[in-house]
């Protein structure tokens, strides 16, 4: 018997696997692996979720206008030119529907966010890696790979799973030598924890040039994880073109609700920036001073780098970590078998950490 055929780049795809959830034990879970805010939910957002519980029954606003008019609020932009989704990863998609196809190139860095090339392959197109430099994006091995061809790079900055990043200067000098053609995607789903001088969202590119989008979230910071949504920030050719092909309810009506209480909530918002400036700088020290390489990060989370060793790898140290009830995330899909992320967490869950690692490494 014949079946449908799927399409050959289709099957090129490793699907994406998530940080775990869950744990072999009875203890209290200390999740650490998907880089969730440790604060929950705004308790405005939630508030304002329980009464959109009301309206369960109706469909949502398909354009989100009153979203989109608090986004463009609280971060100074044109609600026109603002498109939400469910979650960043649909906006992903969308702009490779949108701009690439087979036969076209899309451009992304080693050991970047995963669904960059799902979604270069999902549509057929070819994706195409430039080499990293320190675990991180580099202008020059990025523009070395472009061709008349590509029609995407996406640039995480920071970046997941490295939290490296690419300075505002940096970021410039890239848009200003990709040829026009090619759509520079800045997918910027921490920008709201990075607190340097050097480091800008690229929403001002956006404003100046043709060929630049940014694209946020509500999943990280703002605690919204479990809603999917996101938004991105665009040319409004690029926003009207994305609006003929997105579903026309790709973000749910209690979703919207929650979001906009959330970017009202000034005071959680600040707090989930202290409490990361706080604790991310104590893991990296903690965890540096019982041997490990730790490498520098502006998110929150870290990237920890284990010996290739058969006794205190990092699979050795993730399975020693599942057993106590701390989920960290595993990287080896992203080529990195010896390093292990993990999201800043609570003071208690943060400690935890260390110990547990310091223990089964021999340390203490």
Request: charge should be negative; include cysteine.
């Amino acid at each position: 018997m014949t079946s449908p055929t799927i399409k050959p780049s289709i099957l090129e795809i490793a699907p994406y696997v998530p940080g775990l959830s869950t744990a072999p034990t009875d203890q209290r879970l200390v999740k650490m692996s998907s880089n969730e805010t440790p604060l929950g939910t705004s308790p405005k957002a939630l508030e304002a979720y329980l009464e959109a519980a009301e309206e369960l029954h109706r469909y949502p606003d398909g354009s989100a206008a009153e979203l989109r008019a608090a986004i463009g609020e609280r971060y100074g932009l044109d609600p026109g030119r603002i498109v939400c989704g469910n979650g960043s990863d649909d906006l992903l998609y969308l702009l490779a529907t949108t701009y690439a196809g087979p036969g076209d190139e899309v451009l992304i860095t080693k050991y970047s966010f995963a669904m960059y090339e799902i979604a270069a392959r999902s549509v057929g197109a070819s994706p195409v890696i430039a080499q990293d430099s320190l675990l991180g994006s580099d202008v020059d091995n990025l523009l070395r790979k472009v061709s008349s061809d590509t029609r995407i790079c996406y640039v995480a900055n920071p970046n997941n799973p490295t939290g490296t990043f690419l300075s505002s200067d940096k970021i410039e000098r890239l848009r200003n030598e990709l040829p026009d053609h090619v759509m520079l995607v800045i997918d910027a789903a921490y920008a709201e924890y990075v607190q340097r001088d050097d480091y800008a969202d690229a929403i001002d590119l956006v404003n100046r040039h043709n060929n630049v989008v940014v694209t946020r979230t509500f999943s990280k910071i703002y605690g919204l994880a479990s809603l999917r949504l996101g938004w991105l920030y665009g040319p409004s050719a690029l926003v009207e073109a994305i609006n003929r092909v997105r579903c026309p309810f790709n973000a749910n009506g209690a979703a919207q609700t929650a979001a906009i209480a959330a970017l009202e909530d000034i005071s959680f918002l600040n707090a989930a920036v202290r409490h990361n400036e706080i604790w991310r700088p104590w893991l990296e020290k903690a965890l540096a001073g019982i041997g490990l390489v730790v490498h520098p990060s502006i998110a929150n989370f870290v990237l920890v780098e284990f010996e290739k060793s058969q006794s205190i790898g990092a699979a050795q140290v993730y399975e020693c970590l599942l057993q106590n009830g701390v989920i960290g995330r595993a990287l080896t899909g992203y080529g990195l078998p010896d390093y292990l992320r993990f999201s800043v967490g609570l003071k208690e869950d943060n400690k935890l950490l260390v110990d547990l690692i310091a223990e089964f490494t021999g340390v203490r």
